[in-house]
């Protein structure tokens, strides 16, 4: 087999509850085959490395293998290598951007220094 549509392989890895929510997951934006968005169709093959956005973390995957079913977890190790870096420490990580309480709203200004802080460049997580 040379590839497999990358939604049905998020859903056979266990990444996703539905191919339906897989689906879902890259046509939002938050699956990335070697760098490079991808659409549901798209096809990944061995040694391509998949990229999960789920909520404001990120899992990175290389793909070692195909099911074209959904199966146990233990045949779910045999589809891909996790090569997430572990996350930093509570003393790397950055403080929580706090405000004066009753300071209103932050300006537009502040808004975005407040995402560039958060790691959002453009309103997308880097």
């Not at 590839?3 to 897989?22: E, H, P, Q």
């Not at 046509?27 to 990944?44: E, F």
Request: charged share 30%; proline share 4%; net charge positive.
């Amino acid at each position: 087999m040379s590839g497999i549509r990358v939604d049905v392989w998020i859903w056979a890895a266990r990444l996703a509850k539905t191919r339906s929510r897989a689906t879902a997951a890259c046509k939002a934006g938050h699956v990335r085959i070697n760098g490079v968005t991808a659409k549901p169709a798209q096809h990944v093959t061995v040694g391509d490395r998949v990229r999960v956005t789920i909520g404001d973390t990120f899992k990175l995957y290389e793909v070692i293998g195909f099911a074209s079913k959904r199966g146990s977890a233990t045949e779910v190790a045999k589809l891909f290598t996790d090569l997430t870096p572990s996350a930093p420490s509570k003393a790397e990580r950055a403080a929580p951007v706090l405000r004066d309480a009753g300071a209103g709203r932050p300006s537009k200004k502040e808004r975005r220094q407040l995402d560039r802080l958060r790691g959002f460049v453009r309103g997308k997580l880097l």
